[in-house]
């Protein structure tokens, strides 16, 4: 079974950066496709970003293309979604996401993943 953390959420300001971090915990994630959804408060989880086990294949939804950065240290067992220039639209709660794939495979739906993390909250406000 494996088990994600998120860490790094919090309130920031428009314009601002932030860094989430996710690590499996009991073992490792090398050979799991991982993603980053969002859920806003009355809406539908949605995909945000994902990454291959490789690191060589990555795709980000349109909202986030050119602001956001998703990328993973096997070495040290961890993914990031790194988040700049963020907008109030961004708040939402974060979820790591994980599943078994092959090497430069990618997943962009809710329902292909099957390990989730329990969330870590980004706020954007002034």
């Known amino acids: 079974q494996l088990q994600l953390v998120e860490s790094g959420g919090g309130l920031v300001q428009p314009g601002g950066s932030l860094r989430l971090s996710c690590a499996p915990s009991?073992?490792?994630?090398?050979?799991?496709?991982m993603g980053w959804f969002r859920q806003a408060p009355g809406k539908e989880r949605e995909f945000v970003a994902t990454?291959?086990?490789?690191?060589?294949?990555?795709a980000h939804a349109d909202s986030v293309k050119g602001r956001f950065t998703i990328s993973r240290d096997n070495a040290k067992n961890t993914v990031y979604l790194q988040m700049n220039s963020l907008k109030p639209e961004d708040t939402a709660v974060y979820y790591c996401?994980?599943?078994?794939?092959?090497?430069?495979?990618?997943?962009?739906?809710?329902?292909?993943?099957?390990?989730w993390g329990q969330g870590t909250q980004v706020t954007v406000s002034s």
């Open positions: 009991g073992r490792t994630f090398r050979s799991y496709i």
């Open positions: 990454i291959s086990w490789s690191g060589s294949n990555t």
């Open positions: 996401a994980a599943r078994y794939g092959s090497l430069d495979s990618i997943l962009t739906t809710v329902g292909q993943y099957n390990y």
